[in-house]
């Protein structure tokens, strides 16, 4: 989903005759990614599989991985399948997002960053980094997240 149904978007706008909208559930990390737009704040959406063996053991290796990372607080909220990660630091969003995205199969991850989606909002993050990365594996240097 790359735009918010059309009654949210003319209510919150202040158009129309409207005074309630409904928001879809994919709308709400969509919704809270614009309206800190101006605040550099990431949005990571998470989804979990029912639980079995494989899917616990990804998770649990995705929890070490983070921490490993120096993610301690991203891995606890990860470990305690929070649906919604809010992130005010871009370059430790992208961490996080590129290790569930990459490393788990237990876990699905969508990002969010000033109402953008997806490449769209990495490729904003990207831009807004002080330095752009200069080799593939800065996402997983240690250093860059301390």
Request: glycine share 4%.
């Given at each position: 989903m790359n735009a918010l149904n059309d009654n949210l978007a003319t209510l919150l706008a202040g158009q129309g005759t409207k005074n309630v909208?409904?928001?879809d559930q994919g709308?709400?990390?969509?919704?809270?990614?614009?309206?800190?737009?101006?605040?550099?704040?990431?949005?990571?959406?998470?989804?979990?599989?029912?639980v079995d063996d494989r899917n616990h053991k990804?998770?649990?290796?995705?929890?070490?991985?983070?921490?490993?990372?120096?993610?301690?607080?991203s891995a606890a909220h990860v470990d305690a399948q929070a649906p919604y990660l809010l992130f005010n630091d871009l370059r430790k969003a992208l961490v996080v997002y590129h290790e569930i995205q990459h490393d788990s199969v237990a876990i699905g991850v969508s990002l969010y960053y000033a109402g953008l989606t997806g490449a769209a909002a990495e490729h904003a993050i990207l831009q807004r980094l002080p330095q752009a990365p200069s080799h593939p594996g800065w996402l997983s240097q240690p250093a860059i997240v301390a």
């Open positions: 909208a409904r928001i709308e709400i990390p969509l919704l809270l990614s614009q309206l800190l737009a101006g605040q550099e704040r990431v949005v990571l959406s998470l989804t979990y599989p029912d990804s998770l649990a290796s995705l929890v070490q991985q983070l921490a490993s990372h120096g993610l301690k607080d």
